[in-house]
């Protein structure tokens, strides 16, 4: 006779998997924090998040339906006893390997939908991204004019009271719905190895002014390669899928000026901009 599987089984072994995954999840979360661990990337940390407040979400869905299920059962126990004197042959219940074979279907199929989904979502911001720079680019056409006009006699950037505006262009370029924030570099006339950034990251406030900098990052050295007038560096960190745009600032007789960079806003919807050029 073939074994019975039992639903209420099956859904208390899934929901005592999904708890233990998450309490050593848990536990290797508070191994890292407490040691200091450079294990895991900011992605795979992200990844292993959302795998951890999946399992706590199934497992307390688990929960409930472990509730309903053993109210059912509850009541065939019932049936069963009235049924007492006329008993008939009990299918026996299914073995743990059966149980084991269906948990590992269920989470098959979980991953399939996680990887499809993943796989669109990649397309989608891949579009999105695409959309941003080509906003980006149109925008830069407009300001770039304006703000090589107000840095091109600038000097020495100044810690303080920057002109009101250069202040009043980056933070118009704030106020867009598609930026998150743009930032204004400029190069440093005593030093190679350093740069000045300035953002309009609120109100105007004569303290405020550029901050100076020692280059470091990657995007740092593509932007001061570009300030020499090799721009390659750049424009390959431009073409690849994010929402981050530099755009070189030229003067009058095409010397750059400085660069201004474009955090675009992760959130916005796209779907409003049509872009028919």
């Known amino acids: 006779m073939k074994p019975r599987i039992r639903l209420l089984t099956l859904t208390v072994w899934i929901t005592a998997t999904l708890l233990v995954s998450a309490g050593l999840l848990v536990v290797l979360g508070i191994f890292n924090e407490a040691l200091n661990w450079d294990l895991f990337g900011p992605r795979l940390e992200a990844i292993l998040q959302g795998v951890f407040a999946s399992c706590l979400a199934l497992a307390f869905i688990g929960l409930g339906l472990t509730l309903v299920l053993g109210t059912q059962e509850i009541v065939r126990s019932f049936s069963v006893i009235r049924r007492h004197f006329q008993p008939e042959e009990a299918r026996p219940e299914a073995s743990g390997n059966v149980y084991g074979k269906l948990m590992l279907y269920i989470v098959l199929a979980f991953a399939v939908l ?17 959309v941003f720079r080509k906003l980006a680019a149109e925008q830069m056409d407009h300001f770039a004019a304006k703000v090589a006009a107000q840095v091109d006699d600038l000097g020495v950037p100044p ?15 704030d106020s867009l719905s598609f930026v998150q924030r743009a930032t204004l570099y400029l190069p440093d006339p005593d030093d190679e190895s350093a740069l000045w950034g300035y953002t309009a990251w609120r109100e105007y406030r004569d303290q ?70």
């Open 159 to 173: 810690r303080d009271h920057v002109p009101y505006e250069i202040y009043d262009l980056v933070h118009t370029l």
């Open 208 to 277: 405020d002014g550029f901050a100076r900098f020692f280059i470091a990052k990657d995007f740092e050295k593509a932007m001061k390669e570009a300030l020499r007038g090799r721009s390659g560096d750049l424009e390959r960190i431009n073409s690849k899928t994010g929402f981050n745009w530099y755009q070189v600032i030229k003067g009058d007789k095409g010397q750059p000026l400085g660069v201004l960079r474009i955090d675009g806003n992760p959130r916005e919807s796209f779907r409003e901009y049509f872009l028919g050029s």
């Open 114 to 130: 996680v990887t499809a989904l993943a796989s669109l979502n990649h397309v989608v911001q891949a579009h999105r991204s695409k």
